[in-house]
């Protein structure tokens, strides 16, 4: 079959969601790894694929419409999270004026919220968790093999109605996917946050699935974790150098560091083989001691990222975040001592965070020794331990100003905490760039 896989265009972010320099890069720096492993299974079965990034390649509805036409699919499936479900929706509606083929929806919105996804009609069927199996299976189900009640881990439409197959469990295996059908996609597409550029070619890479903690405000909270092999992790390290001349990598898992004994053993098999590449990552504070830092520098590490999110330890309980100020402070010590060029992300406007503790963590950031932060505001998105607090606790915190799923994005106010406007959330989330930079 010819299968199109497309991750969709930004119309409505762009249109309706104010998009800055600093928050556009997230859209561009890397390519959707999930869609190019779903393409990888489906070429090794020996299908036809196309891939399209939409949003890297800044095409709109229409372009992208177009060169879905070009393909001539027999099979479509779009990838969407919750904040770009709008363009998703957009673009879906106008394939099924042009074109009369099938439409999968996939990724962590329909996952999450299958019937509010899937009350868009012109979605046929939506992939629920994890794509690989199921979307090869639906291959064969539009080949006349299987029928798609058989297929698992799908909600499909009977009549007016919803219906879900089987559950599908978790793939533990991970180890077993081909890795991804870059080559599906322009090598030169891509480029990194100015800070975050290193050596050119760079790409990214995936070396788990899941995450095993409970943050508040991730869609990823407690949906476990799986680990690739250290010997398969760096098979693939080697491949990026080999077939695409990286010099680079962004490793972009959830939590690459998850314990000490993961990571040493990857540094090791890194120094083993002799790999020349550098690389980067994402920590936890609590996880990190000098040793391993150091280890991940001399296999060739050249920047640490941390999860903080705020400067008040009263906001790190209520988050989940299960460190503390302290525990802050002296990791990015370390990192910042072996060389790492420790980066750390914030969020502004947590449900428990009035114009003090904001200002407290712009002051505690520019104390630690950080090379570079990212810096974005606090969204209330579906199925997150926060908004189960919101929907029991609601106006005790503050108060819902957008519930779209288009302004879902982190960089416009869609709560606001008592104490403040829109406007004050704004202002404090460019002081916070301003100040620390």
Not at 148 to 160: H, N, T, W
Not at 174 to 194: E, G, K, T
Request: charged share 25%; glycine share 6%.
């Amino acid at each position: 079959m010819r299968v199109l896989l497309i991750n969709p265009p930004l119309d409505s972010v762009l249109r309706d969601g104010h998009v800055s320099p600093v928050t556009s890069y997230l859209f561009y720096n890397s390519a959707p790894l999930g869609l190019l492993y779903l393409a990888a299974v489906l070429e090794r079965q020996g299908e036809e694929v196309c891939v399209i990034d939409a949003a890297a390649e800044l095409l709109d509805i229409p372009a992208t419409v177009k060169r879905c036409q070009e393909f001539r699919p027999d099979l479509l499936g779009i990838g969407s999270t919750t904040v770009v479900f709008e363009g998703a929706k957009e673009l879906a509606r106008a394939l099924k004026v042009a074109m009369d083929v099938p439409i999968v929806l996939g990724g962590y919105h329909v996952t999450l919220l299958p019937s509010e996804a899937m009350s868009e009609p012109a979605f046929d069927v939506g992939v629920l968790h994890e794509g690989e199996h199921t979307l090869a299976d639906l291959v064969s189900h539009y080949k006349g093999e299987r029928s798609l009640e058989s297929v698992e881990g799908i909600v499909m439409r009977k009549g007016d109605a919803l219906h879900f197959t089987a559950h599908r469990s978790d793939f533990r295996k991970i180890d077993d996917f081909p890795f991804p059908a870059r080559h599906l996609l322009p090598p030169d597409l891509y480029q990194p946050v100015p800070v975050d550029e290193h050596a050119m070619p760079k790409f990214a890479m995936v070396t788990s699935r899941g995450c095993p903690h409970a943050c508040g405000f991730c869609q990823k909270a407690n949906t476990g974790y799986r680990s690739r092999a250290p010997e398969a992790i760096v098979d693939e390290m080697e491949h990026l150098v080999r077939d695409f001349g990286a010099r680079d990598i962004a490793i972009v898992d959830s939590l690459f560091c998850a314990n000490k004994r993961r990571v040493m053993k990857v540094c090791e098999e890194i120094l083993r083989r002799g790999v020349k590449v550098s690389w980067t990552c994402s920590s936890r504070v609590e996880v990190v001691d000098r040793e391993m830092l150091q280890a991940m520098k001399d296999a060739g590490c050249w920047r640490t990222r941390f999860g903080v999110e705020s400067g008040s330890d009263r906001v790190l309980e209520f988050i989940s975040k299960g460190i503390t100020k302290e525990k802050i402070r002296n990791a990015i010590t370390w990192a910042d001592e072996v060389g790492l060029r420790p980066k750390a992300f914030f969020m502004v406007g947590h449900m428990p965070d009035p114009p003090d503790t904001i200002r407290e963590t712009i002051e505690f950031a520019k104390s630690i020794p950080l090379h570079d932060v990212t810096v974005q505001i606090n969204t209330l998105l579906p199925k997150t331990p926060q908004m189960e607090i919101w929907e029991r606790e609601g106006e005790k915190w503050g108060r819902v100003v957008n519930r779209t799923t288009d302004e879902k994005s982190f960089w416009e106010p869609t709560f606001v905490p008592w104490g403040m406007e829109s406007e004050d959330l704004i202002r404090l989330h460019r002081q916070f760039y301003r100040e620390f930079y």
